[in-house]
């Protein structure tokens, strides 16, 4: 096998959605995002795994993505788009039976006029300042789109996964500022709010990161798994470099190995010299540079040369990785890339 291999387990991901179900009440619907390809994992099969848990709302970033959403999960599923109603989507909203979530009065206006009665939600900007109306905006149109009774009031967080920031709780008082008495389902929370308690719950939550493994749902099931085959072995000598530029230079005899994967599949570039490679445990570090296709890794602490090594696996999880780089774990994931050869593992149950 000449590319790495990305493991997806579908049975974690089913697990981490009803785990993050339960922090809410019964009352609370527990949806799922699945935008990005679901956080690179394969939006289609990770959005079936995540019906058969039971999440009914599925949130992507543009009407392209719903399309496939659509596609797996049939005309049950509730598919609503974060990018609203952009000029152009008129045909595919319809047709997929997205529901927009309107972020400006322009948008509330093509929705209306193009799709008269068609179901949309509303974006609400309770201090990110991203997407959505602003309280100004807000009030000026509030009582003419109630009027049409948007399925969903929601709004973002920008701090949820920093529980002490005074932010959380600005935004919390501000979204019922702006929607207490509006009578209509609402959310504000994704991963983060989510974990923050049942003040931020509202009618609806939109776990995205917690699904696929990653902070801040510490106690989160690993989703991906990456293993990476070992091209060619060698011995080199103290003295000699390894890899572009130089940058890494043995100080005694070591047996280096090549693996087949860099950062053309994800594996940052800023990878170089500050993560591991893991054989059944045992660390080997990368050493020199990362480059578009290979890692070079020190295997001499192994017994022998494997077949092939891990880079995400139980001894270092997208966020470990993700910190080596200098990122997060949602970067990690959405960057894996289409070389790996994919395999889902569960989700038949
Ligand atoms: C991406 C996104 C989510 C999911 O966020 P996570 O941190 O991955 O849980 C929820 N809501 C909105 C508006 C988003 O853009």
């Known amino acids: 096998m000449g590319t790495g291999t990305l493991t997806i387990d579908l049975d974690a991901i089913a697990a981490n959605w009803q785990s993050l179900n339960s922090l809410s009440a019964d009352t609370v619907e527990t949806g799922a995002v699945v935008k990005a390809d679901g956080y690179g994992l394969g939006a289609a099969r990770v959005a079936r795994a995540l019906a058969k848990a039971g999440a009914r709302s599925f949130f992507v970033a543009i009407p392209e993505e719903g399309a496939a959403i659509r596609e797996a999960l049939g005309r049950d599923a509730e598919i609503y788009v974060f990018g609203g109603h952009m000029a152009g989507d008129t045909d595919m909203i319809h047709d997929l039976d997205l529901v927009p979530l309107l972020n400006s009065i322009d948008q509330l206006t093509r929705h209306f006029e193009s799709l ?34 948007p399925r969903l009031l929601m709004s973002h967080l920008a701090s949820a996964d920093d529980t002490e920031s005074p932010q959380n709780d600005a935004q919390l008082r501000r979204f019922h500022e702006m929607t207490d008495g509006t009578d209509r389902p609402r959310s504000l929370s994704a991963t983060g709010g989510t974990l923050l308690g049942p003040d931020y719950h509202f009618d609806l939550t939109r776990p995205g990161i917690g699904l696929y493994g990653g902070l801040p749902f510490a106690e989160a099931r690993p989703v991906a798994h990456v293993s990476l ?70 295997i001499t602490g192994l017994p022998e040369v494997p077949p092939a090594l891990d880079i995400l696996c139980s001894e270092q999880g997208v966020d470990t990785l993700a910190e080596a780089a200098g990122t997060i774990g949602y970067e990690i994931l959405t960057s894996l890339g289409a070389r790996y050869q994919r395999k889902a593992i569960g989700g038949f149950a």
């Open 229 to 298: 085959p070992v091209i060619q072995t060698r011995e080199v000598a103290a003295g000699e470099s390894v890899g572009y530029n130089a940058t890494w230079t043995a100080s005694e005899p070591r047996i280096i190995a090549t693996v087949a994967a860099g950062y053309a599949d994800g594996l940052l570039r800023a990878l170089s010299g500050k993560a591991m490679l893991y054989c059944e445990g045992t660390p080997c570090p990368i050493v020199g540079r990362v480059s578009m296709d290979l890692i070079t890794v020190d």
């Open 116 to 149: 008269p009665g068609a179901p949309f939600g509303i974006q609400l900007d309770t201090g990110m300042n991203r997407l959505g109306l602003e309280p100004a905006e807000w009030e000026a149109v509030a009582t003419l789109a109630l009027s049409q009774s």
